[in-house]
DNA sequence: CTATGTGCAAAGGGTTTGCAGGGGA
DNA sequence: TCCCCTGCAAACCCTTTGCACATAG
């Protein structure tokens, strides 16, 4: 069993076909898929999921804490596994559209000192960078 | 002549009836509005204005720097007057929906050593915070 | 067996666009 | 004058939803 799936049947998800499929691709995903990608690669296992079903697994999944949305612009919604042991921020490429990961102490500690500071118990928050790469290498 | 405008005519922007009011409401806004309220302060002074010429002009206000569009989430775009001497960035305040802008020195820098240390150049960047107040105000 | 999930297609919300007529410089 | 701008309504894109049928437990 893959830890989509694993972590649903800790809440007493109720596991249909179809969020076996959703639950195999998102646990075998790489990256930030957003939800067509999503939806070929269940597919591809099965080809009668719906892309409503994709959607309300995904929402499912986003409530119950097993993976979180990114909205990075207005696009379309892109969806990473929470990992609540490794905090992260994204930094996008602007050229390639890649999403490169990192980690920052500071900046951790720094938002929550800031909100306390203006009076507010922080709650979430959104840090991303653009930017493009200084490595001289053109990409497409 | 409001500083929205001024900021046309320096970059050689036609100012047609409809652009001098958007730039004045614009220029005379508080807060975040986002579109639809720029269109109804519009139509409060022309009432021929249309939707369609406020998202233009916006847009054409954002792509030469002259206002900054804010995509907080998925709902409606909100703007803000781009002001290169006073960087900031937002907090919201989940339960009343309001942005606080707020300045922190060692995020300012903070991001630029980041993107530089992953090889990156910076280009901008979407720095949010969420979360609710601590002082016992409850609203609606 | 029953509550819940699914597929389909239509609706929804925000934003953009094609086109024909209008109007700055 | 000439090209750009505007209003209108339709189109767009992503996402959600109503409904009748299917199915997990």
Chains 1, 2 share one sequence.
Do not use: W
């Not at 646990?27 to 959607?55: D, M, Q, R």
């Not at 969806?79 to 999403?99: F, S």
């Not at 306390?116 to 928050?125: H, I, K, N, T, W």
Request: proline share 1%.
């Amino acid at each position: 069993m893959n830890s989509i799936e694993a972590a649903c049947v800790e809440r007493n998800i109720r596991m249909t076909r179809q969020r076996k499929v959703i639950s195999k691709v998102v646990a075998e995903s790489s990256g930030h898929p957003n939800v067509e990608e999503f939806y070929e690669l269940a597919n591809a296992i099965n080809p009668k999921i719906s892309l409503a079903t994709v959607y309300r697994t995904l929402k499912l999944l986003e409530q119950c804490n097993i993976i979180r949305k990114l909205e990075l612009g207005k696009g379309k919604a892109r969806y990473e596994e929470v990992d609540i042991c490794h905090e992260h921020y994204h930094l996008i490429d602007l050229d390639t559209g890649e999403i490169i990961e990192f980690y920052d102490e500071h900046f951790k500690n720094l938002k929550e000192k800031i909100a306390r500071e203006l009076g507010y118990q922080l709650d979430s928050y959104n840090i991303e960078l653009y930017g493009r790469s200084l490595k001289g290498k053109e990409k497409d």
